[in-house]
């Protein structure tokens, strides 16, 4: 069963750069997907940047394409999130997640981390 550990999480001033770190077990066999995403409290959690196995490159949501950076080890079975430029909108509970497939929902996602907060303010 896939396990994943996030780490990462911090205050970061407006214009500043913070990387988040997902560890996930059975990254490579058992599910194809895996994702970021970032819930403000009071709004639905929203997906920011997933990849698919074997198809190719990450893809963002509009507000981060430019800033965020999406990487992978998978020596390590881990993903990371690399955030430059960061905004007051950015701040936000930032989950890592894996499914079987990527698909531009979280209910395609079986798997969670348990979520680390990135607050961006002066």
């Known amino acids: 069963q896939v396990h994943l550990a996030e780490s990462g999480g911090g205050s970061v001033q407006p214009g500043g750069s913070h990387r988040l770190s997902c560890e996930a077990s059975g990254y490579r066999n058992d599910y194809r997907c895996m994702a970021w995403f970032r819930q403000v409290s009071g709004k639905e959690r929203e997906p920011v940047v997933m990849?698919?196995?074997?198809?190719?490159?990450?893809s963002y949501a509009d507000s981060v394409k430019g800033r965020f950076t999406l990487s992978r080890d998978d020596a390590k079975n881990a993903i990371y999130l690399q955030m430059d430029n960061l905004k007051p909108d950015d701040t936000a509970m930032y989950y890592c997640?894996?499914?079987?497939?990527?698909?531009?929902?979280?209910?395609?996602?079986?798997?969670w981390g348990q979520g680390t907060q990135v607050t961006v303010s002066s």
């Open positions: 990849v698919q196995r074997d198809f190719g490159d990450p």
């Open positions: 997640a894996a499914g079987p497939q990527c698909y531009w929902s979280e209910s395609a996602f079986d798997f």
